[in-house]
């Protein structure tokens, strides 16, 4: 009986010891799935802001000139401006930008910043950003069916 009762002794705590070690394990990997998802989810975002700014700076055609011409041309200060606006739109996402523009195309750079929900607590993982470009030239249709 005693053997048993050495056995029996030898096995305690075993359980809480595997909660201690594991469970700083599971919160790890359940920060890097949530923090992991906010961060594809705000590149996402931004490169979804900086695809809309730059079609919002491209529609601003110069009609003098498209009359003359037959070609699309920018007035790359409206265009500028547009994008710029419409990224003003969103002031409490968008931490950084910068709006370029000729008379071809306009480039809309986009930089969001994220805060980790779990990984957050751990020193060294702090806010980090994401960024994203885009760019948009100007095309008329009627060229085909």
Known sequence: ?????????????????????????????????????LAIHARQR??????QAARAGANQIDTA??????EPVLDPGRARAAACDLLAAYPDRVTASQCDADEQEVAVTV??????QLLGIIPGFGEFRMSSTATARPVTGGGGP
């Open 111 to 116: 930089q969001i910043s994220v805060r980790p």
């Open 1 to 37: 009986m005693r053997t048993a009762e050495r056995g029996e002794r030898g096995d305690r705590g075993t359980i809480a010891m595997y909660t201690v070690l594991f469970t700083p394990i599971v919160l790890l990997l359940a920060g890097l799935l949530v923090d992991g998802g």
């Open 65 to 70: 000139a498209l009359r003359e011409t037959g």
């Open 46 to 51: 931004a490169a979804d802001m900086a695809e």
